[in-house]
Nanobody, 122 residues
Framework: VQLQASGGGSVQPGGSLRLSCAAS????????LGWFRQAPGKERELISC????????WYADSVQGRFTISRDTSKKMLYLQMNSLKPEDTAVYYC????????????????WGQGTQVTVSS
């Protein structure tokens, strides 16, 4: 099982980025899929999760209404569309997968991608 995150970069406040996570070695629909982030000096936090059903999504309050999680099971891809970015969104972002597909927790994910840096600054 492998997860490969990409799409990070530097953007000005108010800008947008789309993170991608390429999965291999497992069926996306069989796992919970989450996006986490870790800012310098802070603990890793869950920001979004999608479980068995594509309609069952969760967002942290800090990103609700600005970020959208989605997946393409045929392409084995997980995405995070990030709009209206703020400086406090600056962090390393990770994708992760967990079985069974009932939820996401920072300490409970089975597989992790390598992280991609997002920097929001003027």
């Amino acid at each position: 099982v492998q997860l490969q995150a990409s799409g990070g970069g530097s953007v000005q406040p108010g800008g947008s980025l789309r993170l991608s996570c390429a999965a291999s070695g497992f069926t996306l629909g069989d796992f919970s899929l989450g996006w986490f982030r870790q800012a310098p000096g802070k603990e890793r936090e869950l920001i979004s999760c999608v479980t068995r059903s594509d309609d069952n999504t969760w967002y942290a309050d800090s990103v609700q209404g600005r970020f959208t999680i989605s997946r393409d099971t045929s392409k084995k891809m997980l995405y995070l569309q990030m709009n209206s970015l703020k400086p406090e969104d600056t962090a390393v972002y990770y994708c992760a997968a967990d079985y069974p597909p009932i939820g996401c927790t920072p300490d409970g994910m089975d597989y992790w991608g390598q992280g991609t840096q997002v920097t929001v600054s003027s």
